[in-house]
């Protein structure tokens, strides 16, 4: 049982930066590929950004292309996603889900693990 816990979301002003982390409870965390999704209210859980077991490959939604990065430290056990240029759009809770197999998804059922997610609020 993978157990993830995310970490660094609070409120922002539009133009701020946030970290967010996502830290996993598994001695094997480099088994597994890790993606971060979104949630506004009312609305799907979207895809964002997704990582490799070792950090090798990542992989970006169009929305955030240039403005979000996703990297990993599997001495850590961390995975982390580091958002800048903040906007109200990107208002959300922000959930990070793990999966065994070298490659991230965009797909949500095809994750096995999930955090309880953080939320980020960007006042305008």
């Known amino acids: 049982q993978v157990q993830l816990v995310e970490s660094g979301g609070g409120l922002v002003q539009t133009g701020g930066s946030l970290r967010l982390s996502c830290t996993a409870s598994v001695r094997t965390f480099s088994s597994y590929a890790v993606g971060w999704f979104r949630q506004a209210p009312g609305k799907e859980r979207d895809f964002v950004a997704a990582?490799?077991?070792?950090?090798?490959?990542?992989y970006d939604a169009d929305s955030v292309k240039g403005q979000f990065t996703i990297s990993r430290d599997n001495a850590k056990n961390t995975v982390y996603l580091q958002m800048n240029n903040l906007k109200p759009e990107d208002t959300a809770v922000y959930y990070c889900?793990?999966?065994?197999?070298?490659?991230?998804?965009?797909?949500?059922?095809?994750?096995?693990?999930w955090g309880q997610g953080t939320q980020v609020t960007v006042s305008s």
């Open positions: 990582i490799s077991q070792r950090g090798y490959t990542t």
């Open positions: 889900a793990a999966r065994m197999g070298y490659s991230g998804s965009r797909y949500v059922n095809e994750y096995d693990y």
